[in-house]
């Protein structure tokens, strides 16, 4: 975690409710996300995940509370301005998607932050080949599979080449190399251009493979935040958030591997125990 | 982020959960009527007025009575300026291009203007407080087919659907940097012709997964179809459809008779 | 037994592509069976799904070769309604087939087209409510569900009509661990009752333990046809590089090159803590060996 003197998002004391009526969906949520941080949001369905996320870029503001981008409120940025700082990629791909063709959907982002046309097409060619979309590009996007469709919209937001990613389950439905090409890239992103990325996810082995820290929703509120071995081996405020940690977690804690001195979240690091312990 | 598949918002009201929908459906089409039966702008506006408190009544919001209220001005307006030009009885006003503007005229224009507004807003308030559901069960009652009430219940669906679409795309254009409350006049409207397009086929798209999702439950399979919402008419129903029928008998006699009625030969 | 589905000779392409989606595809499914279906994205598993399912050619156009049976029912003779009251399905997109406008009105969509009596329906709503984690939101706006919350609904309502066969096409993508892992114990119970189903995921892991068989697709082709148990207990080094490893695999093949294990260990996780617990216990092996292994 880079610490630098002002986060670059902060969440103040912020809650939200979708309605006067009803209860708040997020409560009083402090958050502090510095520039080049990679960050897992996870937690039970429900527990306010997408709701939190939709308040980084200002899709949702705040009943209660603030959330300061670069130190400053989000509600007082521009859309332009909000758009050329931070990408948001949609939950449902089918929320994002409304263009012609997968190619102008990709294009849509670069243009309306104004790229010149050369850069468009070339940002656009780059990020489809990424999906493995560009022999797709002349179709309409309703013609695509929902795991195609999923990675069209990753795509169209990657394409923005922009700073800060938030992600809303950004892997659901893809295959193996599906998933790894979107999380290498990430992360390659995360650590070769410090790019800040918010991602939520329901897979724990992608949070444990990819991800260094960790934030655990229950019920509205930030339960954990921290490293992510440290999260992934907090049974008792997992199960609280109906998480199940990585299945190597599991088998370690039945073998009396969880000693304390190391962690076991990913597959080597089971291994490796595994071999010492003999 | 789309806001359902219809107008419809249950909530505690008398007007939602007291009246069958079958008496609704009978309201709304007494309303119809009785608008084409006067033409002059005191009942008409006498109508519109309780319209107004049955919306409240019916706890429309009222965001929704103000965008209803917005639209009576236009049509209002728009009609004083159409009307006038073609209605000669009444007092002379004043000429304007050749045309001597009469009394009568405007008053015909306020009048009509008013008649357009209270559809709308009969309508409208009709597809706030009777669900869908409810619709369809209904016709199931009325031995009708229930294929027809769906296809009634689905069609009232489409404008919210819309509605709904249109906010999803401006929501995430806005999230890649489209603002729709900056420029002008003529750059917004371009904004918002813009999503005219993807919206309709996405539209269609939507219609056809709604077809599907509805036959992958074995929807059309048989002939018959059960229904949880129970409708059930009750005496309060057959009181006010009779209230229904008195008013439009009352209607009929005052149009015979000239009284409301601004301009004979006219509807 | 008899059969619950047979699928003959099965291609199909959409109208608006000519290229085609399913190639010859041929198998039959055992009443009472489970069967796992799995292939990289894109390779037609939801496509397969609508030819079930007789939506497509019912409501989808396309040009369809072969025939599918659905207990004994042509899915070219009847339409997608009809087949509807023999085989249940839950969709990939949870949002899209969503048809009610409360959660109630959304459970009893099936049952109602089926005439089921209304209080037999709505008496059945609060078991499957509580099996989903949705017990408190029956009378709740479908469109206020979060996504994983739409994906619940949508396994309760294709419960709702007690389907025989059913098809459930990624029905745990968006739903957190613990959800996971319930709809999982409904699909055991499910099977308990004698249900036929057919399930897509491409989260391998916890199908192993429920699944008879594995449907295993590339390129629009039925490419294998296994049993779970046997599936990893070989070497798949450079095949199905699609395919996600369930960590215990990957485990266990870096402990088989590190000269640890000497076969393919168990892929079930309670079995694979036992053999693991006998490794330790006999512990001969050498000591440092570079693990490597596939992931
Ligand atoms: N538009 C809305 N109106 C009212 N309530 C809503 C709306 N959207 C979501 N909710 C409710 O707010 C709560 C949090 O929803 P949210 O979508 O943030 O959950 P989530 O953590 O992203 O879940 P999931 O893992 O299922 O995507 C849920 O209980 C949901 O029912
Ligand atoms: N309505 C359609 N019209 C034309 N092509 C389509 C249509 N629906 C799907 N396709 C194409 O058919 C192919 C198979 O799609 P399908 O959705 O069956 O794949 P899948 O195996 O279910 O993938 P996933 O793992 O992403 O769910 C894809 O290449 C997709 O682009
Ligand atoms: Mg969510
Ligand atoms: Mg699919």
């Known amino acids: 975690m880079a610490t630098d003197a002002m986060p670059h998002i902060e969440f103040d004391q912020v809650s939200f409710r979708y309605d006067k009526s009803t209860p708040f969906v997020i409560q009083d949520i402090r958050l502090q996300i510095y520039t080049g941080d990679f960050v897992a949001l996870i937690g039970q369905n429900g527990s306010g995940k997408t709701t939190l996320a939709k308040h980084v870029n200002g899709i949702l503001k705040p009943s209660l509370g603030q959330v300061l981008v670069n130190g400053r409120a989000s509600q007082a940025y521009k859309r332009l301005e909000m758009a050329r700082l931070i990408g948001y990629c949609y939950q449902n791909p089918d929320h994002q998607i409304f263009s012609q063709t997968v190619e102008a959907e990709v294009e849509y982002g670069p243009k309306a932050i104004g790229y010149t046309p050369e850069k468009v097409k070339e940002q656009s060619a780059a990020a489809l080949e990424l999906v493995e979309l560009t022999h797709r590009r002349k179709v309409h996007p309703s013609m695509l599979g929902r795991g195609e469709r999923q990675r069209l919209a990753v795509a169209s937001i990657l394409a923005m080449g922009v700073s800060t990613l938030v992600v809303d389950e950004p892997t659901t439905g893809l295959d193996f190399v599906g998933v790894t090409r979107i999380m290498d890239l990430l992360a390659s992103w995360n650590s070769r251009f410090n790019t800040t990325i918010v991602i939520i996810t329901h897979d724990i082995s992608v949070v444990a493979d990819y991800i260094p820290r960790v934030v655990l929703m229950a019920q509205g509120r930030v339960l954990l935040d921290g490293p992510t071995a440290d999260v992934l081996q907090s049974f008792g405020e997992l199960k609280e958030a109906a998480i199940r940690p990585p299945q190597v977690t599991r088998i370690a804690h039945a073998l009396n591997l969880l000693d304390g001195t190391r962690s076991i979240v990913r597959v080597p690091e089971l291994v490796e125990a595994l071999l010492q312990r003999r | 982020m789309p806001s359902g598949y219809s107008l419809y918002i249950d909530r505690p009201s008398f007007l939602h959960q007291k009246i069958d929908p079958r008496t609704k459906t009978f309201m709304l089409v007494a309303t119809f009527v009785l608008s084409l039966l006067f033409n002059g702008p005191i009942p008409l506006a006498v109508m519109f007025g309780l319209l107004l408190a049955a919306s409240r009544w019916g706890m429309v919001p009222w965001p929704l009575v103000r965008v209803l209220l917005m639209t009576g001005i236009w049509f209002i307006a728009l009609s004083v300026l159409i009307w006038p030009w073609y209605v000669r009885e009444g007092s002379d006003l004043f000429r304007l291009f050749g045309v001597w503007i009469t009394s009568d005229g405007v008053l015909f224009g306020i009048a009509m203007g008013l008649r357009v507004t209270i559809m709308v807003m009969v309508a409208t308030l009709w597809m706030f407080t009777t669900s869908p559901q409810k619709i369809t069960a209904s016709f199931l009652k009325m031995g009708l087919p229930y294929k027809a009430g769906m296809a009634v219940g689905s069609s009232i669906r489409l404008v919210p659907l819309i509605a709904g679409e249109w906010a999803t795309i401006v929501e995430a254009q806005r999230s890649r940097g489209v603002d729709y409350s900056q420029g002008g006049l003529l750059s917004r409207a371009k904004k918002s012709v813009q999503i005219l397009g993807p919206m309709l086929l996405r539209s269609i798209d939507i219609a056809q997964a709604l077809a599907i999702a509805m036959e992958a439950r074995a929807f059309g399979s048989r002939s018959g179809r059960t229904s949880i919402t129970e409708v059930r008419l009750v005496s309060l129903d057959k009181w006010v459809m009779g209230f229904g029928l008195v008013v439009i008998g009352f209607g009929v006699f005052c149009r015979i008779h000239g009284i409301g009625v601004l301009l004979r030969n006219y509807l | ?295």
């Not at chain 3, 489970?34 to 396309?62: A, E, Q």
């Open chain 3, 1 to 295: 037994m008899s059969q619950s589905v047979r699928v003959e000779k099965l291609s199909f392409h959409y109208n608006n592509d000519t290229r085609w989606i399913l190639k010859n595809v041929s198998f039959e499914i055992c009443e009472g069976d489970v069967v796992g279906i799995v292939g990289p994205s894109g390779v037609g598993k939801s496509t397969l799904c609508y030819c079930l399912k007789g939506i497509i050619p019912d409501v989808i156009p396309g040009n369809l070769v072969g025939n599918v049976w659905i207990d004994n029912i042509n899915t070219r003779q009847v339409s997608a309604g009809k087949i509807a009251e023999h085989i249940g399905i839950v969709f990939q997109d949870p949002e899209s087939q969503i048809v009610g406008l409360t959660v109630e009105e959304e459970l009893a969509f099936g049952p109602e087209n089926m005439e089921e009596d209304p209080a037999e329906i709505l008496s059945r709503m609060p078991v499957l409510l509580d099996l989903v984690g949705l017990g408190t939101f029956r009378r709740q706006e479908t469109y206020k569900l979060s996504g994983g919350q739409k994906q619940r609904l949508a396994i309760a309502s294709a419960l709702m009509m007690h389907p025989k066969i059913l098809i459930l096409d990624e029905p745990t993508s968006e739903l957190d661990p613990v959800g996971r892992e319930e709809v999982y114990q409904a699909v055991r119970n499910l099977k308990e009752k004698g249900v036929t189903i057919i399930l897509v995921d491409h989260h391998i892991e916890e199908m192993l333990d429920v699944v008879d068989r594995l449907l295993v697709f590339e390129d629009g082709m039925l490419v294998e046809d296994s049993k779970p148990r046997d599936f990893f207990q070989r070497d798949l080094t450079g095949k199905y590089t699609w395919l996600r490893r369930p960590q215990v695999v990957q485990v266990g093949s870096m402990l088989h090159s590190a000269g640890v294990a000497k076969g393919f260990m168990n892929p079930l996780e309670e079995e694979f803590i036992e053999e693991l617990r006998e490794i330790l216990a006999s512990g001969n092996a050498p000591d440092s060996v570079a693990a490597g292994g596939e992931r």
